[in-house]
């Protein structure tokens, strides 16, 4: 079955950075566009980023641009997130997903705050 295992998420100050994991296992990994995404209390789930199968395309939330970096590495079935000059306004739960399949991981707390 269809398994997304973020890891990487903690409390970290304003201005810090953090670099999250998704392990991704149960389909076809290498060929499918992944995405980040997050949820703050009391707000809707929104975009963070979106890499391609390859990764030779990225697009980000336009709060996120020039902060973050989306990446992956076919071969372990595993995208990340490379979050850098971090706000309060990131303190958010932080999924990973597969654009088209239904299916959400755990997801990983991160916290900005002094």
């Known amino acids: 079955q269809v398994q997304l295992v973020e890891s990487g998420g903690g409390l970290v100050q304003p201005g810090g950075s953090l670099r999250l994991s998704c392990a991704a296992s149960?389909?076809?990994?290498?060929?499918?566009?992944m995405g980040w995404y997050r949820q703050a209390p009391g707000k809707e789930r929104e975009v963070v980023a979106i890499?391609?199968?390859?990764?030779?395309?990225?697009n980000y939330g336009d709060s996120m641009k020039g902060r973050f970096t989306i990446s992956r590495d076919n071969a372990k079935n595993t995208v990340y997130l490379q979050m850098n000059s971090l706000l309060p306004e990131d303190t958010a739960v932080y999924y990973c997903k597969s654009i088209v399949l239904p299916y959400w991981g755990q997801g990983t707390q991160v916290t900005v705050s002094s």
């Open positions: 149960g389909f076809a990994f290498s060929i499918s566009t």
């Open positions: 890499i391609s199968s390859t990764g030779s395309s990225t």
